[in-house]
T-cell receptor, first 111, second 116 residues
Framework: QKEVEQNSGPLSVPEGAIASLNCTYS??????FFWYRQYSGKSPELIMF????GDKEDGRFTAQLNKASQYVSLLIRDSQPSDSATYLC???????????FGKGTRLHILP | EPEVTQTPSHQVTQMGQEVILRCVPI?????FYWYRQILGQKVEFLVS????????KSEIFDDQFSVERPDGSNFTLKIRSTKLEDSAMYFC??????????????FGPGTRLLVL
């Protein structure tokens, strides 16, 4: 059974600070990893994807992947109240394969 | 910016009735998916579709479910005889593949299905 595990939170972070979200996955064959943001009652919105070990930066967001440890993380710098949402970590094994989602981490940015 | 659209946004039905959820994927995408999310739970894969056939389906996607791409733009999910536990938000997603972006799935806004 392929699993993606996340701490459900809530994670409370002061505005302007760095929010750090973590995720582990069970299937060592997973190749692509995604972070989606989901506001309450809305659909998942892709924030970042990563498939190579190391860091990938896009604006205030940095995704980190460590395949040896089966660990993915998302850093959000200069956190804003609008970043308050549930962040879904997801893993995909092959092209056109299904995405396995974690349960999500609720992030709350404190003004 | 192109986006995945879904209709209806909300659907209420009686148990045992058939429902059809509709999706219009992004026009140049080739891979299509249905996911569902029961309230308060995680997003779950139902089925993937490519080249006019099912690529993969989950254990949730039993004989009560079917998918179809009836024309060049729509992608539908049919539930033949709805059960109470089918109440959920249903998301359609589509993707393409290129060497730079690999395969990235974009989600529609969802259809909230309530079975009474």
């Amino acid at each position: 059974q392929k699993e993606v595990e996340q701490n459900s939170g809530p994670l409370s972070v002061p505005e302007g600070a760095i929010a750090s979200l973590n995720c582990t996955y069970s299937d060592r064959g997973s190749q692509s990893f995604f972070w989606y943001r989901q506001y309450s009652g809305k659909s998942p919105e892709l924030i970042m994807f990563i498939y190579s070990n190391g860091d990938k930066e896009d604006g205030r967001f940095t995704a980190q992947l460590n395949k040896a440890s089966q660990y993915v993380s998302l850093l959000i710098r200069d956190s804003q109240p609008s970043d308050s949402a549930t962040y879904l970590c997801a893993a995909e094994m092959n092209r056109d394969d299904k995405i396995i989602f974690g349960k999500g981490t609720r992030l709350h940015i404190l003004p | 910016e192109p986006e995945v659209t879904q209709t209806p946004s909300h659907q209420v039905t009686q148990m045992g009735q058939e429902v059809i959820l509709r999706c219009v994927p992004i026009s140049n995408h080739l891979y299509f998916y249905w996911y569902r999310q029961i309230l308060g739970q995680k997003v779950e894969f139902l089925v993937s579709f490519y080249n006019n056939e099912i690529s993969e389906k989950s254990e949730i996607f039993d004989d009560q479910f079917s998918v179809e791409r009836p024309d060049g733009s729509n992608f539908t999910l049919k539930i033949r005889s709805t059960k109470l536990e089918d109440s959920a938000m249903y998301f359609c997603a589509s993707s393409y593949f290129d060497l730079a972006l690999k395969e990235t799935q974009y989600f529609g806004p969802g259809t909230r299905l309530l079975v009474l």
